[in-house]
């Protein structure tokens, strides 16, 4: 059995604006970083140019506007820019003389602001504007673009491939770590749907149970495709790979999947080191690698992808 998006950055032609999948870097719930938005845009504009109570309606009909999009299912910044900046001029009732009397900015200023929050929320070291936002815990990077992903792997041989390079470390971690979590929010949706249409929900035997918090947190590989959070392995071990005792075919299955993309004496022998023949505690570079290979592919990743 082989048995989605992941964060994303690509160029945007529009107003010069990376569009970036933000599903990953700020997941649901979106309130608090709607709140942090509303704090941080009122700051940015008090210290810009001077206290006004202006800034207050700006950056709470930025924050509203903001969860509203989040919530309607809107992840993509260069959209919720444009939205931001064209609907703070009629939502809720304000018109732009309301909002923007007495401040030195527009809606389209207020919409680069918010953008920028957004670039330096999630860990981009340039931002327009020269845009600073102290005291604001940056997220990461988000580093995987969305179009290269569906480019680099668009057919099964491809990401077969994909498998391979990961087993022989030529991938880096953060990418590997984007398309697992991306791969297992497309199981878990492709699971949804089929329980609305009548079926019956899997369970641990014959399919994935990992929640969206938990796939939001996954890190398995360092950037080097090393050894990463042992938490996120653990998780992998205990909420997605099938267990030898529960799913035996589909435990032997997984690793016939590495012994192909891996050849059977590197994978036998990087068996031999894995912590369950050894006892060991600590994980091994080939148990990370082959852990998240044999993830990927139980979630479909060769047959579908994300």
């Known amino acids: 059995m082989f048995p989605a998006r992941s964060p994303f950055i690509r160029p945007s032609t529009r107003l010069g604006v990376q569009t970036i999948d933000l599903n990953i870097k700020l997941p649901p719930p979106h309130e608090e970083e709607s709140s942090l938005i509303s704090h941080h845009i009122s700051l940015h504009l ?15 009909q930025v924050s509203t506007l903001y969860l509203d999009l989040r919530n309607k299912g809107v992840h993509d910044l260069n ?13 809720g009732g304000m018109t732009q003389t309301d909002i923007f009397d007495g401040s030195f900015v527009n809606s389209w200023d207020v919409g680069n602001i918010f953008s920028d929050y957004i670039m330096y929320r999630i860990g981009d070291e340039e931002v327009g504007c020269n845009t ?5 815990e940056r997220v990461g990077r988000v580093v995987v673009g969305v179009d290269e992903v569906l480019t680099k792997y668009g057919n099964e ?12 470390g030529e991938v880096e971690g953060e990418e590997v770590n984007g398309v697992l979590r991306g791969t297992l929010r497309r199981w878990n949706r492709e699971e949804e749907g089929r329980v609305e249409k009548g079926g019956k929900k899997k369970d641990r035997e014959d399919g994935i149970v990992i929640t969206e918090e938990e796939i939001s947190t996954l890190k398995p590989l360092s950037s080097a495709c ?6 996120s392995l653990s998780a992998l071990y205990s909420l ?10 589909a435990y032997e299955s997984m690793w016939d999947i590495v012994k192909v993309v891996y050849g059977e004496e590197a ?3 990087g068996m031999k080191g894995c912590r369950e023949e050894t006892g ?11 852990a998240v290979v044999r993830a990927l592919a139980w979630a479909d990743w060769i047959g579908v992808g994300m």
């Open 267 to 269: 994978t036998r022998n």
């Open 46 to 60: 008090n210290q810009s140019w001077y206290p006004h109570p202006s800034h207050t309606l700006i950056s709470s």
């Open 240 to 249: 997605v790979l099938p267990s030898e005792s529960e799913n035996i075919d």
């Open 226 to 231: 090393g050894v990463g959070d042992s938490n």
């Open 280 to 290: 060991e505690e600590e994980w091994g570079v080939f148990e990370a690698r082959s």
């Open 132 to 136: 600073k936002f102290e005291g604001l």
């Open 157 to 168: 041989f491809e990401r077969q491939n994909f498998l391979r390079r990961v087993m022989e």
């Open 79 to 91: 959209e919720l820019m444009t939205t931001i900046s064209e609907d703070l001029t009629d939502k």
